[in-house]
């Protein structure tokens, strides 16, 4: 008999106890007994314990805290060695999960015969006024069956760095082959640790252990649906930051790696530590030649097509601090002098195709067949939306659903209600 919880929930948390104790609540909320929270509680200035005590009188839920602070990729290792579970997901403060998440994900593994890795899409709840936790939602991606993907292909899809890591037209599959906002099965996580020695590698841990779970895996599930809302909003996310913040970038990658020169000349475009792809290129290629088997074996990492992202990324920072932007500028015209003629190429068309980014995806409501209406309902109630767009097959305007900036808390029970009859009227 196997005495593991389903799955493990480990969130790693630092200095954000106002966000962390709304997440558990909805954890806490979960509609079955098969799982497990893990905080790890590294902050600085906010220790969370008072946040966490009245939660572990459920012996589901585990607080721990180092003994000093960690790095990100450091303490998501720290906490992920306490999971118990059958599947682990990592998780933030940000993350509020539906009641039947939790049992969503234990049917599928069950149906699907214990998948190695299991993904699903999230809602987003645009916060204006965090100390009032108020913002506005309205629905953005339609529920559809469960399906399975290829790990290889999607490992291909990755490496290619044709579509953009973080594109619209493609948001149906952010999540696809992580840990952080998906479940890996235990069998593939203790692979990734007897190979590297830790699950999350710096500079970009979250696609690091992506890479390597998919190295590993054959057959992974897209639930096909969202399991969860994500806040987001000024201050809340610190990877948006680094991307377009010189100084926030500089300050992570100084807590984070021992030799800060010598990191960013191992780029693989030396010396340019701007925006993501580059970062991200660059632990694909150090994870990739960790592996000579696997499906890593199989995958070509598409250098020219970084580039071109990057050189999007660079006219997107905000902040320089003391850099001085022509030096940047410099790297990337230099790196590019040196390619091929049919590299080049490749680097111009992302740039070209940099519409993509914010072209939408099929899986969008507002984009997935239904007819385009101009009607506007003031305050319309989530049973009301679903039938407008599952029985009437119209697409009301994107407004928020509320006249007024919505708590978060009503927020997320239009979102339970609106998914929950959705499904009702699909046959989900």
Same mark, same amino acid.
């Given at each position: ?55 572990l ?12 602070p ?13 999971a118990? %579970?059958?599947? =682990?997901?990592?998780?933030n ?5 539906? &009641?039947? @998440?939790?049992?969503? +994900?234990? $049917? ?49 899809r990755r ?8 594109g ?24 990734i ?39 987001? %909003?000024?201050? =809340? ?9 010189? &100084?926030? @970038?500089?300050?992570? +990658?100084? $807590? ?41 074996s ?11 992202w ?38 111009d ?13 099929p ?64 046959g989900?």
């Open positions: 008999m196997n005495d593991r919880p389903f799955l493990s929930y480990v969130l790693p948390t630092r200095d954000r106890p106002q966000l962390l104790k709304k997440c558990l609540e909805y954890l806490c909320a979960q509609q079955t007994d098969d799982y497990e929270v893990i905080v790890s509680d590294n902050s600085i200035n906010k220790p969370c314990k008072d946040v966490v005590a009245p939660f009188k459920d012996k589901k839920f585990k607080y721990f805290r180092p003994t000093e960690l790095s990100m990729p450091d303490n998501w290792d720290f906490a992920i060695e306490k118990q %579970g059958q599947y =682990i997901t990592v998780i403060e940000k993350f509020l999960f539906h &009641p039947r @998440a939790t049992t969503v +994900l234990q $049917e599928l593994a069950d149906e699907f015969n214990t998948p190695d890795i299991l993904s699903w899409q999230y809602e987003h709840f645009a916060m204006s006024d965090g100390e009032g936790q108020r913002g506005t939602y309205h629905p953005l991606i339609k529920p559809v069956m469960p399906s399975v993907y290829s790990a290889l292909e999607e490992l291909k490496f290619d760095f044709i579509e953009p890591l973080f619209r037209s493609t948001q149906e599959k952010i999540s696809f082959g992580k840990i952080y906002s998906g479940a890996v099965n235990r069998k593939i996580v203790e692979k640790k007897q190979h590297y020695g830790r699950i999350f590698v710096p500079m970009s841990p979250d696609f690091t252990s992506m890479v390597c779970a998919l190295n590993f895996s054959n057959k992974c599930v897209d639930v096909g649906r969202s399991l969860m809302m994500v806040v987001s %909003g000024e201050n =809340i996310s610190n990877g948006e930051r680094t991307k377009v913040s010189l &100084p926030a @970038a500089k300050q992570f +990658l100084e $807590e984070t790696t021992p030799d800060f020169s010598q990191y960013i000349s191992q780029l693989v475009v030396p010396g340019f530590w701007l925006g993501h792809n580059i970062f991200i290129a660059s632990d694909y290629a150090c994870i990739k030649a960790m592996y000579s088997t696997g499906n890593l199989k995958v070509k990492l598409n250098i020219p097509a970084a580039l071109g990057a050189m999007i990324e660079y006219d997107q920072v905000t902040e320089w601090g003391d850099e001085d932007p022509a030096n940047f500028k410099k790297i990337l015209d230099d790196f590019y002098a040196l390619l091929t003629d049919e590299e080049k190429a490749i680097t068309s992302i740039i070209e195709k940099n519409e993509k980014i914010r072209q939408p995806s899986r969008e409501i507002y984009h997935s067949g239904l007819t385009k209406s101009d009607i506007y309902i003031p305050d319309i109630s989530p049973e009301e939306l679903a039938r407008y767009h599952w029985e009437k097959q119209l697409a009301l305007p994107r407004k928020p659903v509320s006249t007024s900036p919505q708590h978060l808390d009503d927020a997320m029970q239009f979102y339970i209600k609106y998914t929950n009859f959705s499904l009702e009227l699909l989900l």
